[in-house]
């Protein structure tokens, strides 16, 4: 599955942040490097890269990191910011 952020979503990285800002309502969601990362493998090249993201940095299963995953896009989606394409 790919995804995509909503049409008025800008994707902005500084220094050790990552900041999606929503033109539609004014607000903004910061998310600490590591959500930078996945945020970064699941719009280039879907969930299974995000996953693999998060078990080469962490160690960690790859159901752990695909339960992480998951958990993030939800949040993501329920905020209105990404879509599946």
Not at 7 to 24: C, I, K, N, S, Y
Not at 25 to 53: E, I
Not at 69 to 78: A, G, I, S, T, Y
């Amino acid at each position: 599955m790919d995804f995509a952020l909503e049409a008025q979503v800008v994707f902005v990285e500084e220094r050790d942040d990552t900041v999606l800002l929503d033109q539609r309502v004014g607000g903004y969601w910061r998310m600490n490097p590591c959500g930078g990362l996945v945020l970064r493998a699941l719009l280039a090249a879907g969930r299974w890269a995000a996953v693999a993201v998060l078990v080469d940095l962490y160690e960690i299963s790859a159901q752990e990191a695909a339960a992480d995953v998951d958990d993030f896009v939800r949040r993501l989606r329920e905020a209105d910011l990404l879509v599946s394409t």
